[in-house]
């Protein structure tokens, strides 16, 4: 089942959180080591989202908080793509959500099934399935309120899921609650629902566990979530099954789902 990373701290190019390490999300897409029984590799495209590196002293730079990701899919697998060395690389971020993807069996492949989805702010990853997604996630949009199904963007369950979080964000939830919330209500409908959720707004990331691998990488200066180490750095923390995750330079807090 797909791989997803976020990365938070000092400018990077785009490309470069998303090929890091020996088992760099790009090498995890033809050899993930931990897919749980979900696929076996993530060749059915890949995306990634960027929150863009202000110049210092930019004059018309915009408040963080207004500061929307860009982003780039393709329905190809990631290493048949020259764009994320000769383009992604040319291009400087403080945030960068990515995600390579193994489509479940009975979903489209094509570049709008591809995470990261995102609105406004934020940009959105799902590793995992929803057995009977369209059942599940139609008794969760009544049991939340507020889904607008005409903006589901592909038949799969982590557009519908995507749904069900932005539902909730703009009631008012926050990002941890608004992803615990939904885990909650899918594996209450579905227990055999696999849902690693990942989030971030350019300042913080937000994830859950819930099958799947998840491990994470803090310092003073960056934070970086990852389905799996892509190094063999000690510092990498991983997390719990059943667990929700807020993380930011300097910052972690786990909690239980
Ligand atoms: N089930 C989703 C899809 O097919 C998520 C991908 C995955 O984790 N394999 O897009």
Redesign the pocket.
């Known amino acids: ?4 990373l976020g990365y938070l701290g000092p400018a990077v190019p785009v490309s470069e959180p998303i090929t890091r390490g020996p088992h760099s999300l790009r090498v995890q897409s033809w050899a993930p080591r931990e897919m749980r029984g ?2 076996t590799i ?1 060749a ?1 495209g890949f995306g990634v989202a960027w929150w863009p590196a202000q110049a210092p002293g930019d004059t018309d730079a915009l408040d963080a908080q207004d500061v929307e990701p860009t982003r780039y899919r393709n329905a190809a697998p990631i290493w048949t793509d020259p764009a994320v060395d000769d383009v992604l690389s040319q291009i400087e971020a403080t945030a960068v959500l990515g ?1 390579v ?4 069996v009975g ?1 489209p492949v094509e570049r709008t ?3 990261p989805f995102t609105s406004g702010r934020l940009a959105f990853s ?5 057995p009977d ?1 369209r059942a599940v996630c139609a008794a969760v949009s009544k049991e939340v309120g507020g889904v607008d199904p005409f903006e589901l963007e ?1 038949s ?4 519908a899921l995507w749904l069900l979080v932005r539902a909730l964000l703009e009631r008012g939830a926050d990002p941890s609650e608004a992803l615990t919330e939904v885990v909650r209500r899918v594996v209450a409908e579905r227990s055999e629902a ?1 849902v ?1 959720l990942l989030l971030g707004d350019g300042e913080q990331l937000w994830a859950t566990t819930c099958y ?1 691998s998840l491990s994470v990488l803090v310092d003073d200066t960056s934070a970086v979530v990852s389905s799996e180490p892509y190094d063999d750095d000690p510092r990498w923390q991983p997390i719990d099954d059943r667990s929700v995750v807020t993380v930011r330079p300097g910052h972690v807090a786990i909690e239980s789902l």
Do not use: E, P, Q
């Open positions: 089942m797909c791989r997803h979900g696929g993530n059915d995600a993807r193994s489509a479940t979903m099934a591809c995470a799902h590793n995992g399935v929803v997604w592909a799969t369950d982590s557009a696999r690693n799947h």
